[in-house]
């Protein structure tokens, strides 16, 4: 067989770039652990995500055909995946031949180096932000600032985190770990001309803001606004911005030229199908039966909004993601929201402990898969295990995706890699695994390990076995928090000795299968000898 | 019916009474048990804890223990929700991961005989009211892979509704997790810890004298914080509640899911 040269891109895809916002500096465990000490946290995320969750299920309640919708969302995200190289050319002729300009930017580091390129050109001092998980994402108002050219945020909940230097902690309501009292500190702090009296009644926060904002909207020098879009439509070249404030459509009509920093997966093949995903967006988001604002732009249109338009299509890991045909869903995901506040890990531990612009349970498969996981203390790597796979997530996902099923797999990864790696495999969890997987597939060695287990266990005081030392391995990870039943007659013993008292006396109405009974005589190492 | 019991490997050691009463129960309504001894674990430790290479001997072991007598019974009961969903969900994933075609046939003929206590009782046996009698008050808890990889639904509520003598108490947050997840109890302790605490307080705001579910480790997860915490409901599987008789009633051990000392 002659080798013939396919074509086949001699490039791997890579890895999103080191300087992206998708990985913490502790692990799961450990950054969960102090967040879970922060009780006013608690009670926000608690009262936050309880509301939405509500508001989302009553919304989803009203269509009676939401299956089929999510049906049709999840085939559409799997046309987008199948055929991505094909959609994304079609993507940039449709947005060439409509007057804008496209460019590829591998990671964050180029798309940084494009945008600010772009505003520097322009002379652009201030650049107005549209609220973009992409622009968080690769840290694009850092490399602005780096540049001298300042990035205001002009979504409320983005702008609450950009003045407290804060980080979004949540995809679509970034400030949901702040109350309103915590939110009319940070205002009084940063807004300069705002009434010293004001209060923490919401109206009036977002009175204040609004002021603050409108003012950056009607006068910006140089003219330049950043967006992102949830939707790129590869046949028409069109732009959706789904927002519910409105100061987006601002950014998106008002500015000289506008910049979208796009993500390669938020494809959707013909402007038709947007219908599918206008009505699975909104109600899994905000539990809104349609989108306060939604705006779509196409190209440019002499004398009308921005004169100038730059798509810069960003793939930071998403190459990679796609690389992976058990993992590759996750690129399907719509930014709803709803897995993180139905999600009862996301709800007690907040955003942050995530580490990555993408928190909750699609965070915990997207994250990882776009950055890799490089070896046991890289913090992506203990993502997959943030999740007690209850399968809420999948549930709610109105794309479908089924996140348990990847958090394993991506758990197998994590192991597999482990069991590749020389040296590597032979951690507490390796060890104790391997151990359990040998007895578990030795009946007859496993038939004498749980016979000897209850009369072992008599050596422990008392009926349950509480705390326990810290030196030993793995248990008191349990023990700490809740008792242990101590190990009695396995039920094993018993049924023998049930079996050989039925043996002997076939008529005797002591096929009593409760407790009591033969018990005694399936009680203590002397019984456990006898089995087979 | 010959039923064969595959009692779990939690329930063997820990909860030895759920296998118990699965057999009362099961013999009451007039059926066959029978108990192989080869019997260990479905391999769901493994499988969710990224650890597939390691659970295929376990698979393959559960697979070799119940295959080969397919013919000779008419199910394969196991009293729990999430390892059954490993069995239907899971065995053939991981005879996938290790390339193995022949297991993975033999693993989907093992897992279509394959069921819940509760999906046995009212699809297979077509029982709702099996005769039990329990005067307490319970509070359901629905445990995740009951409720979202089997769907059993209100199977298990239709089951308890029959009891005579019980009472049903509204459980608050009801399809929240436990917090259990298997190692995710140990990985994620504090988390979980969290988790459970709220659990548990829940089943405390309802009041009722036993919370129940279909899932011995769930049970252990909050009957363990309800004694931590000095709390008085005890946890009871399902299994025990359908067993009770007014000749033969509940009565507690003392090995199971952490009971009062």
């Given amino acids: 067989m002659s080798t013939v040269d396919l074509g086949i891109p001699s490039i791997r895809p890579q890895h999103a770039s080191p300087s992206s916002n ?139 985190v950009q003045l407290a230097g804060d980080t979004p902690s949540h995809i679509l309501v970034p400030a949901i770990h702040r109350n309103r009292a915590e939110i009319r500190d940070i205002f009084l702090r940063s807004m300069p001309d705002i009434d010293p009296d004001i209060t923490d009644d919401p109206a009036a926060l977002a009175e204040a803001s609004r002021r603050f904002l409108r003012e950056k909207f009607l006068d910006l020098p140089g003219g330049v606004a950043i967006s992102g879009a949830n939707f790129a439509v590869a046949d028409t070249g069109t732009m959706v911005v789904v927002e519910s404030e409105g100061n987006g459509r601002m950014c998106l009509t008002l500015p000289r030229t506008l910049i979208s920093v796009v993500g390669i997966e938020k494809i959707v093949p013909s402007f038709q199908d947007l219908e599918v995903f206008l009505q699975l967006l909104p109600r899994s988001s905000t539990g809104e039966r349609m989108n306060p604002y939604t705006t779509l732009f196409t190209g440019v249109t002499e004398g009308d909004g921005p004169q100038e338009f730059h798509l810069v299509l960003l793939d930071n890991g998403r190459s990679a993601v796609l690389e992976d045909p058990e993992g590759r869903s996750a690129l399907h995901c719509i930014r709803c929201s709803a897995c993180l506040n139905v999600c009862p890990v996301y709800e007690r531990t907040g955003g942050h402990a995530y580490g990555s612009t993408y928190p909750g349970p699609i965070g915990a498969i997207l994250s990882p898969q776009m950055t890799g996981m490089h070896g046991p203390d890289d913090p992506n790597t203990s993502l997959p295990y943030a999740s007690s796979l209850c399968g809420a997530c999948y549930d709610v996902c109105p794309v479908k995706i089924d996140i348990p099923k990847i958090l394993v797999h991506m758990r197998a990864e994590d192991v597999d890699q482990r069991r590749e790696t020389s040296g590597q495999f032979r951690g507490t969890w390796d060890v104790a695994m391997k151990g359990a997987s040998k007895l578990m597939s030795s009946p007859r060695a496993y038939d004498k390990a749980v016979r000897s287990a209850g009369p072992l266990s008599k050596v422990l005081p008392g009926d349950n076995i509480g705390k326990l030392p810290g030196m030993l391995p793995l248990v008191p990870g349990w023990t700490d928090h809740r008792d242990l039943p101590k190990p009695g007659t396995s039920f094993r013993s018993w049924w023998d000795a049930r079996e050989r008292d039925r043996a002997k006396n076939p008529d005797s109405p002591s096929s009593d299968s409760r407790t009591g009974g033969p018990d005694a005589a399936a009680d203590g190492p002397a019984t456990d000898e006898e089995q087979a | 019916m010959r039923i064969s019991l595959m009692t779990t490997c939690l329930v063997d050691v820990m909860a030895p009474d759920v296998a118990r009463a699965t057999v009362t129960l099961l013999e009451r309504l007039g059926h066959e048990v029978v108990f192989d001894k080869r019997q260990t674990c479905c391999g769901q430790m493994h499988t969710n804890t990224g650890y597939y290479t390691e659970a295929a001997p376990v698979v393959r072991s559960f697979v070799d223990t119940y295959e080969p007598s397919l013919d000779s019974i008419d199910a394969i009961v196991m009293p729990s929700g999430s390892c059954a969903g490993c069995v239907r969900d899971q065995h053939q994933l991981v005879a996938q991961h290790e390339g193995d075609s022949e297991l993975e046939e033999r693993a989907a003929a093992v897992s279509a005989k394959t069921y819940e206590l509760s999906e046995l009782l009212v699809d297979v046996l077509k029982v709702t009211d099996v005769g039990a009698y329990f005067p307490h008050s319970v509070t359901y808890h629905p445990t995740c892979h009951s409720m979202r990889v089997l769907k059993v639904g209100a199977r298990p509520v239709k089951l308890l509704r029959a009891v005579e003598g019980i009472e049903v108490r509204n459980l608050p947050e009801s399809d929240t997790c436990c917090g259990f997840g298997g190692t995710f109890s140990v990985k994620n302790d504090a988390t979980s810890d969290a988790m459970v605490t709220d659990k548990a307080a829940n089943v405390v705001s309802a009041g009722a004298e036993f919370v129940v579910a279909g899932d011995a480790s769930c049970l252990m997860n909050i009957g363990g914080k309800l004694r931590r915490n000095g709390a008085a409901p005890q946890s009871v599987h399902l299994a025990q509640i359908l067993a009770s008789t007014r000749e033969e009633p509940f009565v507690p051990s003392q090995t199971i899911l952490g009971r009062a000392s």
């Fill in chain 1, 22 to 160: 998708l990985r913490g500096t502790q692990s799961f465990p450990d950054a969960a652990r102090s967040e879970l000490g922060d009780e006013t946290l608690r009670g926000n995320l608690r009262h936050a995500t309880a509301t939405i969750q509500t508001k989302r299920a009553s919304a989803v309640r009203e269509v009676r055909d939401w299956q089929k919708l999510r049906n049709a969302g999840s085939a559409l995200k799997w046309q987008v995946t199948d055929h991505l190289p094909e959609l994304l050319e079609q993507l940039e002729d449709s947005v060439t031949a409509a007057g804008g300009v496209v460019h590829w930017a591998r990671d964050a580091d180029e798309a940084g180096e494009i945008v600010t390129r772009l505003a520097l050109e322009r002379d652009a001092q201030e650049v107005l932000k549209v609220k973009s998980m992409a622009t968080q994402e690769i840290g694009l108002n850092e490399t602005l600032a780096h540049a001298g050219i300042h990035a205001i945020e002009s979504d409320l909940a983005e702008l609450i």
